[in-house]
């Protein structure tokens, strides 16, 4: 038999392993969005992760389509895997047109993009996303943006913006400035990157793709005025008198805003930003972005109105909105801020079942199995017969309750519970050991 060579382990860059401590908190992370996202009425969807190729290409302009990850299947088909999760929901959208609209929907998946790996940045993600098809009022965008508003502020978030533009209203910003019609759509590239590379690094990158220099120092001077929520949308839409779409756009922005203020959301998480763009091209509305203060790690949600989208797969237009929580970033300011629950435990394991010999180890697993079926969630001891590696173990892994079932304790019908916090240790009547617990646990297993 040929024996295959060794292999040295090692991930793809970019990729990454997740173990336990970080998938437990993972995990919390995705049941309060789970519950979040329900909350507002929007179920569950899955889609493949491969989809054909003419379903991907085409959607999110041309720097992000050199980031799809494009191959040839076994069945010589071009396919690629998802980038993000609103393409694929569009042509669920156009495939379904049976669908109940609106159609409110969330999906948590991973998506994958070949870019350059950085802090906060992966080239396999998972997004978490909620969407709204089938209405063109701006409800639907104030819902959405209300639900991450509710999401972050439930996984402990305070100090976090959203940050919402009108791609109408930019597009007319870029005209009136006098950004010839031909190069409006190039603009977003360059001033999405206004915050990572500076005013003047995107000045010279305007002027480069021809934007003449009195059309560049007046939309950039524009797209960086502060902006007051009232007055300021209402000297915005004179400045955009002769642009019925910019005009439709900044009228959008206020219907947003009064939405928002209506659905509760604090006016300090949210302002109008108009250098703010996100970069996908399909958005045609209102877009919107999430920051939080500290630590500066880029958007950790982000979305907007793509009206266009579900009409490129063959169908009539439909009206869309949605918004993306970014769960990888999400996790780093988490950590980094040191914001999770502190019952939130390194193990999911609630209680070890010792195992003193062979003697013991029938009583030790019917111990188990009963403190299983109270909800407890319950490890017994699989290697070794030694107490004191036990407890290290237990101790290594956060495990909070050891309990300790020797010959003495099986003859007088107890249980020796020991607290590895504390190092306390208490003695149970064997019938009353699963209340005992639950009772220290917090009545739950959580």
Do not use: H
Not at 84 to 102: I, W
């Amino acid at each position: 038999m040929k024996v295959a060579p060794k292999v040295t382990p090692q991930v793809l860059k970019g990729m990454r392993d997740l173990l336990p401590p970080r998938m437990i908190l993972r995990d919390f992370v995705i049941s309060t969005l789970v519950e979040v996202f329900q909350l507002y009425g929007f179920e569950p969807l899955e889609t493949p992760a491969i989809e054909y190729a003419e379903t991907l290409e085409g959607k999110f302009g041309e720097e992000a389509d050199k980031l799809l990850y494009m191959f040839e299947d076994r069945g010589g088909r071009r396919v690629g895997l998802r980038y993000d999760l609103t393409v694929p929901l569009a042509r669920v959208a156009a495939m379904y047109p049976e669908l109940v609209k609106p159609f409110k929907r969330y999906q948590i998946s991973p998506v994958w993009r070949a870019e350059k790996p950085q802090r906060g940045r992966y080239r396999e993600f998972t997004q978490c996303d909620v969407d709204t098809i089938g209405t063109a009022n701006m409800m639907a965008d104030a819902e959405v943006i209300t639900v991450a508003y509710t999401a972050l502020r439930r996984l402990g978030f305070s100090r976090f913006c959203l940050e919402i533009n009108n791609r109408k209203a930019l597009s007319a910003l870029a005209s009136v400035s006098g950004v010839p019609d031909e190069l409006v759509g190039s603009i977003y590239r360059s001033i999405d990157k206004l915050e990572k590379i500076g005013v003047d690094a995107v000045r010279a990158e305007l002027w480069r793709a021809g934007v003449p220099a009195e059309a560049v120092d007046r939309l950039l001077a524009l797209v960086q005025t502060p902006l007051d929520r009232a007055d300021g949308l209402d000297e915005l839409r004179e400045r955009l008198a002769t642009s019925p779409s910019g005009q439709e756009g900044v009228d959008e922005l206020k219907q947003l805003a009064g939405y928002l203020d209506e659905s509760g959301v604090p006016t300090e998480n949210w302002r109008i930003v108009l250098s703010m763009v996100r970069g996908l091209e399909y958005y045609t509305g209102p877009i919107f972005e999430g920051v939080v203060d500290e630590p500066r790690i880029g958007s950790i949600c982000g979305g907007g109105r793509y009206d266009g989208l579900i009409g490129m797969f063959g169908s009539k237009p439909i009206p869309a909105v949605g918004i993306s929580v970014g769960l990888e970033r999400i996790i780093d300011v988490l950590e980094e801020l040191q914001l999770a629950p502190p019952t939130l435990r390194l193990t999911v394991t609630e209680a070890l079942v010792t195992v003193f010999g062979p003697e013991t180890r029938g009583e030790s697993l019917r111990l188990g199995q009963e403190l299983r079926a109270a909800g407890i969630r319950t490890e017994v001891f699989l290697d070794g017969e030694r107490l004191p590696n036990q407890l290290r173990y237990a101790n290594r892994k956060g495990i909070p309750f050891v309990l300790l079932l020797g010959s003495d304790e099986i003859a007088r019908g107890i249980v020796t519970l020991r607290d590895m916090a504390t190092g306390e240790q208490v003695v149970c009547p064997r019938d009353a050991v699963a209340s005992a617990l639950q009772a220290r646990l917090g009545g739950g297993t959580g």
